[in-house]
């Protein structure tokens, strides 16, 4: 059977990922101030930085439309996943539920499923891995959305970012987290929760000793043994490297994969920030 995963672009993919066949991924946009980012491969994220640094309010998203997962459901796969941002981030989820329901109407036999992840960014990119990686071994479509469902709720997300502007500016962190973390230069170490909300995980002084406490709750947790671990870094290569070889010597995972951040989990993670999946 012929298959496509479609993800958002909260979906990190490398660029050799976006190269393969089985991969399409579906734009969001991003308006700072006057101007309009389309989260593509011909984002300047450079510009999208540091448009973000000089404008006083959040940055704003719009999710992709109906229309635009109608468009990319029309590729002649026999099997659609799609992969999006966790839907209580994003309306992207609810969109994609749309088209599938306008797909079905017109292809009553069609196999689409539409995954929430739960999460963003690395995490969007573990679980749209797990699905080629089940899809690929030509397994039938239900044992491959059952089996990805079952991997997705045992995914953990954690995070560390430089800049907590952002997150505050859209009012993720809590009045008094920002006062704190400001007066303070406090780092959280940041996670999602199993609904796919943002939450605190840990704090310290310093990025350095945050991704210490990321890497000592994965080395703490018995599920990690064996499992592949993905880091999304935004505009920050040798942290990433630097984070990598700490899980490598402390944690037993099969793989660590690097990619970087798009245009909407760079607006998340800001510059500097790091995102970690498994």
Same mark, same amino acid.
């Given at each position: ?11 990190? =993919? ?13 734009? =969001? ?31 704003? &998203? ?25 839907a209580l981030l994003s309306g ?26 739960? &999460? ?45 502007e952002n997150l505050r500016k859209?009012?993720? =962190? ?42 000592? =709750? ?61």
């Amino acid at each position: 059977m012929s298959y496509k995963i479609i993800v958002d672009s909260c979906c990190d =993919l490398t660029p050799s990922m976006l190269r393969e066949p089985y991969f399409t991924s579906v734009p =969001l946009t991003i308006r700072v101030g006057p101007k309009t980012f389309v989260d593509d491969q011909h984002l300047d994220r450079a510009e999208l930085l540091w448009q973000m640094r000089g404008c006083p309010k959040a940055p704003q &998203s719009a999710c992709p439309s109906p229309a635009q997962y109608l468009e990319a459901f029309d590729c002649g796969a026999e099997e659609l996943y799609v992969v999006t941002l966790s839907a209580l981030l994003s309306g992207s989820h609810n969109s994609a539920q749309q088209a599938r329901q306008i797909w079905l109407e017109d292809h009553p036999d069609a196999r689409i499923h539409i995954f929430n992840s739960c &999460s963003a960014s690395a995490g969007e990119v573990l679980l749209a891995m797990k699905i080629r990686a089940l899809a690929s071994q030509g397994l039938p479509f239900q044992t491959v959305v059952s089996e990805a469902t079952a991997f997705c709720t045992g995914m953990d997300t954690l995070f560390v970012l430089e800049d907590l502007e952002n997150l505050r500016k859209n009012g993720r =962190l809590t009045g008094l987290q920002s006062v704190v973390t400001a007066a303070l230069r406090i780092k959280l170490l940041l996670g999602s929760t199993p609904e796919g909300e943002i939450c605190k995980r840990g704090q310290a002084m310093s990025v350095k000793q945050a991704l210490n406490k990321m890497v000592d =709750l994965i080395a703490g947790d018995p599920g990690h043994v064996g499992k592949l671990l993905v880091i999304s870094h935004c505009n920050c290569l040798e942290r990433a490297f630097s984070l990598k070889a700490m899980l490598q010597e402390k944690c037993r995972l099969s793989e660590i994969v690097i990619t970087e951040t798009g245009g909407i989990s760079t607006v998340y993670a800001n510059d500097g920030g790091i995102v970690a999946a498994y």
